[in-house]
């Protein structure tokens, strides 16, 4: 599912000549907000539910380089979810469907008002629920990696 569309910003663009590191993360961010309102959850919905949505924990993997002006395009997968969280996967393309960059991300909705996890509110709940989601075997290669240096001898 194409969450965002986009196109790489002058300003995103470093002394390399590429997008830098920070703005991928920002083009991440970006595609969760528009996740948070495809789920129900922009400002009005917010300010109806008293309810938000956090970022626990992000991984972020860089593949290749985009440059200025480039199309951008960001996919999501949802890999897992309970009542209150979601653990998702994003995959930013170009516009000949080059992976550029994933994002894994797990989420946490917060009653507004405790500023404490809460469950889902249902109308939400039901929206998440048509979001497409990765079958635990199948879950995307880049998915579930860790960070580190192999074992030493």
């Given at each position: 599912?194409?969450?965002?569309e986009?196109?790489?910003?002058?300003?995103w663009v470093?002394?390399?000549?590429?997008m830098?590191?920070?703005e991928?993360?920002r083009?991440?961010?970006?595609?969760?907000?528009?996740?948070?309102?495809?789920?129900?959850?922009?400002?009005?919905?917010?300010?109806?539910?008293?309810?938000?949505i956090?970022?626990?924990?992000?991984?972020?993997?860089?593949?290749?380089e985009?440059?200025?002006?480039?199309?951008?395009?960001?996919?999501?997968?949802?890999?897992?979810?309970?009542?209150?969280?979601?653990?998702?996967?994003l995959?930013?393309?170009?516009?000949?469907?080059?992976?550029?960059?994933?994002?894994e991300q797990?989420?946490?909705?917060?009653?507004?008002?405790?500023g404490r996890?809460a469950p889902?509110?249902a109308e939400?709940?039901?929206?998440?629920?048509?979001?497409p989601?990765?079958?635990?075997?199948?879950?995307?290669?880049?998915?579930?990696r860790?960070?580190?240096?192999?074992?030493?001898?």
């Amino acid at each position: 599912m194409v969450i965002l569309e986009s196109r790489v910003a002058p300003e995103w663009v470093d002394y390399n000549g590429h997008m830098n590191d920070a703005e991928y993360a920002r083009v991440f961010s970006l595609a969760l907000e528009a996740l948070i309102d495809h789920i129900g959850l922009d400002a009005a919905g917010r300010d109806r539910h008293g309810y938000t949505i956090y970022t626990l924990e992000t991984h972020l993997c860089y593949r290749r380089e985009a440059h200025e002006g480039q199309p951008l395009r960001v996919a999501l997968t949802l890999l897992d979810r309970d009542a209150k969280r979601l653990h998702v996967f994003l995959e930013l393309h170009d516009e000949e469907g080059n992976l550029l960059a994933t994002s894994e991300q797990m989420l946490m909705g917060m009653g507004q008002e405790s500023g404490r996890p809460a469950p889902f509110p249902a109308e939400v709940e039901a929206l998440i629920a048509t979001l497409p989601h990765a079958a635990p075997d199948v879950w995307p290669a880049l998915a579930g990696r860790t960070i580190g240096l192999a074992p030493r001898r």
